[in-house]
């Protein structure tokens, strides 16, 4: 492939994250703010400022930035026209990566925390969802909704398990009492005794 420079005039960048239109939205890490560049890479403008370490991004579904502050140890939610800038999320231990679920919580690893913690969608309750990890750096959610965690030090990809299993298949004779109870008699229910399905040597039911 051909590498070639897109953007300029950035200030240590971290994370990088896409809107819906096309631009590439930057994390400067040395200097606290957010560059917003043009989709042909001509145009590098200030988007937000005052973040302390930003070290990773994502958007929610409705275009707003989420901004993790590696050094505050919070997580900053800013407008999509970048006018406003608001704290999200705090009790956090150095956020780095970010990654949203299709319920709209947020999922951020804890660098020095070695965990994983779950921001609901309001940003109000904040839980730890799991530990046991190598200083956890980028998330990311399958299509599954499983979540794969980069551990930094540990040199390894975990996977964390979200997806909900399918429920079990009836088996042909749980089909049979399923219809047989929803019958009615009389416009009462007909109560049935479940046991098990069996026949004679024809093959015929007892």
């Known amino acids: ?3 070639t420079p897109f953007a300029t005039g950035l200030g240590g960048p971290y994370g990088l994250a896409f809107d819906t239109a096309g631009n590439l939205f930057v994390a400067n890490y040395n200097n606290g703010t957010v560059s917003k560049v043009s989709p042909d890479g ?3 403008t200030l988007f937000a400022s ?6 990773n991004l994502a958007f929610d579904a409705a275009g707003n930035l ?12 800013v407008s999509p026209d970048g006018g406003t800038v608001t704290p999200f999320a705090t009790g956090l231990a150095s956020p780095y990566g970010l990654a949203f679920d299709t319920a709209g919580n947020l999922y951020v690893a804890n660098y020095s925390g070695n965990s994983i913690s779950k921001v609901s969608p309001d940003g109000g309750t904040v839980t730890t969802f799991v530990t046991g990890f190598r200083n956890p750096a980028g998330i990311a959610l399958d299509i599954a909704g499983d979540l794969y965690v980069a551990n930094f ?3 390894t990809v975990s996977k964390v398990s979200l997806a909900v299993p399918p429920a079990p298949v ?3 004779s749980e ?3 399923i219809i047989l109870g929803s019958l009615l008699v009389g416009g009462a ?3 049935i005794h479940r046991r098990p399905l069996t026949t004679d040597g024809r093959g015929r039911p007892q």
């Open 1 to 3: 492939g051909t590498v």
């Open 42 to 44: 001509v145009n590098v």
């Open 50 to 55: 005052g973040f302390g370490g930003p070290a």
């Open 66 to 77: 989420y901004v993790a502050n590696f050094d505050d140890h919070i997580i900053s939610k």
């Open 153 to 155: 030090h540990g040199n």
């Open 170 to 172: 009836p088996t042909l």
């Open 175 to 177: 089909w049979a009492m």
């Open 189 to 191: 229910v007909l109560v």
